[in-house]
């Protein structure tokens, strides 16, 4: 579309400078049209109205046994709901087991304050965990074996995280599991999206899905 | 701007390599956009009637980008259709836009091509050198009926629903094959899933269809060059313009009214072209009381109405579009243009007010007054075509052809 820099510079009438104008005057109305025309198009993509939708859910956890765990769907997400049994307590205190951990204070917000203690959870033996690898996203599966023999372990790439879903060194993930906002309604059911009474923890805010 | 094109590409070695004659010299894009669409020399008589291949071309731009964000939030199901319809509607953000868009972008689009065909009629456009691109045209014309018939068939409604069990039946009258073939577009005995889904996607990949056609089309035009209001060809370059920037801004003006149009029907009339009827879930119980297709199909309804036999109304219907297909050959007139053709262009006339009058006879076909107005307009669809086209020209009076595109005082 250029002209041939070997031919010599034609001397330019008045009216290519006002051609010049309006072709700038088209091209700049086309480009402008053609943002706004996208509008429409792009925002059709975006998340729809979701008012509709469930912020809560309610498990009823009384028939859950020691060593067991659900999963539940929470806005989209897998969560896993777990009763760790005493010597699974009590191994995520054990000091090796913690200086294997990245994070083992929970220090990243990954979870409620309310649940920033050594066992991430409101009543130390029930776990409430968005099922989420920190790494890509997969489900990690539970693994349940003697003493320190239990963990998460990621199918994907191999993170591991302890009962607490707390991550270990060297793995791919580089946070720990997600805790969502749950609450007791009753003594055996969870609400799982609303936070207890008096805290305004907001899930939006921590780091990683 | 008339300099020669491209010098520089049967140097040895130019100094300055810029990106543009990299890949001109291995795909000359650049070269063939400024030879077909800059310098391309237009006939300088060219009505408003010329723009309306440019205005298709945008129209069908806009058909594919509206059709593939409504086919993101759409589901091809006979449980979930209707209802993934209401969604866009109400819940997909800009949905509501995007759907009233492309209904009113289906309406314009049948509008444009018949306003296309029409200009092709009466200015011979179809004659030598370019009956390829009159045969091109009407394969995209029967492709655009196909995808708009499918595309009506996917929000389910109760008009999609018969719409679909009425036209696939009339398939099942031709003999020995009807059967099998009308079994084989339904996927069973009645509008189902399985039709829906066949629809959905015929619909989808028709669109990309047309458009390689619309290539093949414009290809053969820009080879035979375009037709012009005389009828004649140019034979000096003072009897053209070039493509950039006279033409690009006679069909920009085009475009922009078209566009008005388009916003019009989508803001302010979006039920204008729509049958209410098929805001109700499809119904397999229960046909509704006025079932009639959408406008454009009414003339091609109304032929299947007016004869009582059943398959010679099928062959009557999809003949009034295959006689166009031999109208290159059926025309034994020299010459192209009916400004100079003062029988044939009364004929024209009357066959636009025939096919008018069909569609009349298919919206109200319960009026029997008009079946035999019906009758005479079909007949008078056939004889223009097998009788008037092949014989006019050995009446019509000896009229003296300009012999430039120039005007009488020799303007430039």
Excluded at chain 1, 25 to 43: D, K, R
Excluded at chain 1, 93 to 109: C, G, N, V, Y
Excluded at chain 2, 26 to 48: A, D, G
Aim: net charge positive; glycine share 6%.
């Amino acid at each position: 579309m250029t002209d041939n820099p070997s031919t010599p510079t034609p001397v330019i009438p008045p009216s290519q400078n006002r051609r010049s104008f309006l072709q700038l005057l088209t091209a700049s109305s086309v480009t402008v049209g053609g943002v706004v025309v996208a509008c429409p198009f792009l925002n059709s993509l975006s998340s729809q109205n979701t008012t509709l939708e469930q912020n809560f859910v309610d498990i009823d956890i009384s028939s859950l046994k020691a060593g067991q765990q659900i999963t539940v769907t929470w806005q989209g997400h897998p969560v896993f709901i777990l009763n760790r049994p005493t010597e699974a307590l009590q191994a995520l205190q054990d000091a090796s087991l913690i200086t294997r951990l990245r994070d083992p204070d929970s220090k990243e917000l990954q979870q409620p304050s309310y649940t920033q203690n050594w066992h991430r959870s409101i009543r130390p033996e029930t776990v409430v965990l968005i099922g989420s690898c920190t790494h890509l996203g997969c489900v990690p599966t539970l693994k349940l074996g003697a003493k320190l023999g239990s963990f998460y372990n990621c199918a994907c790439h191999g993170s591991r995280f302890d009962l607490a879903g707390r991550v270990y060194k060297s793995m791919p993930a580089p946070y720990n599991l997600p805790i969502p906002p749950y609450t007791y309604l009753k003594p055996n059911i969870i609400r799982i999206g609303e936070n207890p009474k008096g805290q305004n923890f907001d899930f939006t805010q921590i780091k990683q899905i | 701007m008339t300099q020669d094109p491209e010098p520089h590409l049967n140097q040895v070695s130019s100094k300055k390599h810029t990106f543009s004659e990299w890949i001109e010299k291995r795909f000359p894009v650049f070269s063939t956009f400024r030879r077909e669409y800059i310098q391309f020399p237009m006939p300088r008589n060219l009505n408003i009637w010329w723009a309306f291949g440019a205005v298709l071309c945008v129209t069908l731009l806009l058909m594919l980008a509206t059709g593939i964000f409504l086919a993101l939030s759409y589901t091809p199901s006979a449980e979930e259709a209707f209802a993934s319809i209401e969604m866009i509607e109400r819940r997909v953000p800009s949905g509501w836009l995007l759907r009233s868009l492309h209904m009113a972008g289906s309406n314009l689009f049948l509008v444009f091509l018949y306003l296309h065909l029409f200009r092709g009629l009466y200015y011979g456009s179809y004659k030598n050198p370019r009956e390829l691109v009159w045969l091109s045209g009407l394969l995209l014309m029967l492709m655009v009926m196909m995808t708009a018939f499918a595309g009506y068939i996917l929000p389910w409604g109760q008009m999609s629903y018969w719409a679909a069990n009425v036209v696939i039946q009339a398939i099942s009258s031709i003999p020995f094959i009807g059967e099998g073939l009308a079994h084989w577009l339904m996927g069973g005995s009645s509008p189902s899933d399985l039709t829906l889904h066949r629809y959905f996607v015929l619909h989808f990949a028709m669109a990309f269809f047309i458009i390689a056609v619309v290539f093949i089309h414009v290809i053969c035009v820009h080879v035979v060059k375009s037709n012009n209001p005389k009828g004649i060809e140019p034979k000096t370059k003072e009897e053209t313009l070039p493509f950039y920037p006279y033409y690009v801004a006679k069909d920009g003006v085009v475009i922009v009214g078209a566009i008005i149009l388009l916003v019009l029907l989508a803001f302010f009339f979006p039920d204008l072209l729509t049958n209410s009827e098929n805001y109700t879930p499809a119904n397999p119980l229960e046909t509704p009381a006025n079932i009639a297709p959408e406008w454009y199909f009414l003339p091609f309804y109304g032929i299947l109405q007016l004869i009582p036999y059943k398959f010679l109304g099928l062959l009557l219907s999809v003949g009034s579009i295959m006689v166009l297909f031999a109208v290159p050959w059926l025309d034994r007139s020299p010459i192209k243009s009916a400004n100079y053709r003062p029988l044939y262009r009364i004929a024209l006339f009357l066959l636009v007010l025939s096919f008018v009058m069909l569609g009349i006879v298919g919206k109200y076909h319960s009026h029997t007054g008009l079946i035999w107005l019906g009758r005479l307009a079909l007949f008078y669809y056939y004889a223009h075509f097998l009788l008037i086209l092949p014989f006019s020209a050995r009446f019509e009076l000896k009229r003296t052809l300009p012999t430039s595109l120039l005007d009488e005082k020799g303007h430039k």
